[in-house]
């Protein structure tokens, strides 16, 4: 790949360019890959709760708008037993996707 493969993440209403050294990689590794992410001064660029405002633990998904509903279109991680990846959903280069905390039952 010859040009660099941005996408801009949008979480808790702030917006940051990442670079994507292989959008061919599993959404799984690419969260874990976000959630250990740090900027220059060494902190990290997301902050992850484990649980929400309820104290249910919190998983966190990537997610794309739909151009046609304007609505969040989750991207699962796995199909069956395919690891999807951003390709899989269509994401480009200069993209925009959201980070979307779901709780699940504990």
């Given at each position: 790949?010859?040009?660099?493969f941005?996408?801009?993440?949008?979480?808790?209403?702030?917006?940051?360019?990442?670079?994507?050294?292989?959008?061919?990689?599993?959404?799984s590794?690419l969260?874990?890959?976000?959630?250990?992410?740090?900027?220059?001064?060494?902190?990290?660029v997301?902050?992850?709760?484990?649980?929400d405002?309820?104290?249910?633990?919190?998983?966190?998904?990537?997610?794309?708008?739909?151009?046609?509903?304007?609505?969040?279109?989750?991207?699962?991680?796995r199909?069956?037993?395919?690891?999807q990846?951003?390709f899989?959903?269509?994401?480009?280069?200069?993209?925009?996707?959201?980070?979307?905390?779901?709780?699940?039952p504990?």
């Amino acid at each position: 790949m010859d040009e660099d493969f941005l996408i801009n993440i949008v979480y808790k209403n702030r917006k940051v360019k990442f670079k994507v050294t292989d959008p061919t990689l599993p959404l799984s590794k690419l969260m874990n890959n976000l959630r250990h992410a740090t900027d220059l001064e060494g902190k990290l660029v997301f902050d992850f709760p484990s649980v929400d405002a309820t104290g249910a633990p919190l998983d966190f998904y990537f997610g794309k708008e739909d151009t046609g509903t304007k609505e969040l279109r989750i991207l699962r991680p796995r199909i069956g037993k395919d690891e999807q990846t951003l390709f899989d959903y269509g994401v480009t280069n200069g993209d925009t996707i959201y980070l979307v905390a779901d709780p699940f039952p504990g």
